[in-house]
Nanobody
Framework: QVQLVESGGGSVQAGGSLRLSCAVS????????MGWFRQAPGKEREGVAS???????IYADSVKGRFTVSKDYAKNILYLQMNRLEPEDTAMYYC?????????????????WGQGTQVTVSS
């Protein structure tokens, strides 16, 4: 059974950093796109960052230069390093896996979701 389990969320002041982790079990990285989405209360789920098996990354404009997505193939873990956090980054963050090209990754094309981890940034 494939599972994605996030960890690393929490509360931080604006300007701080957090690193989210997504442990992958029962799943391979081959020919897949993995990424991070977030959803704030009352808003739609939006893509934050993604990475394909070639290591090519894509970022939402709102997080470019502040967030970094990476994968540890040996440990089967996906990471999201978040620096210079802003109150607008407050949301539930979800790890996601998909068989589509990362360029076309949208919530409806996600095959597997993690349970989510809360990130709260105070001003």
């Amino acid at each position: 059974q494939v599972q994605l389990v996030e960890s690393g969320g929490g509360s931080v002041q604006a300007g701080g950093s957090l690193r989210l982790s997504c442990a992958v079990s029962g799943y391979t990285y081959s020919s897949n796109c993995m990424g991070w989405f977030r959803q704030a209360p009352g808003k739609e789920r939006e893509g934050v960052a993604s990475i394909d098996n070639g290591g090519t990354t894509i970022y939402a404009d709102s997080v470019k230069g502040r967030f970094t997505v990476s994968k540890d193939y040996a440990k089967n873990i996906l990471y999201l390093q978040m620096n210079r956090l802003e109150p607008e980054d407050t949301a539930m963050y979800y790890c996601a896996a998909s068989f589509v090209d990362c360029r076309w990754l949208t919530p409806d094309r996600v095959k597997i979701w993690g349970q989510g981890t809360q990130v709260t940034v105070s001003s």
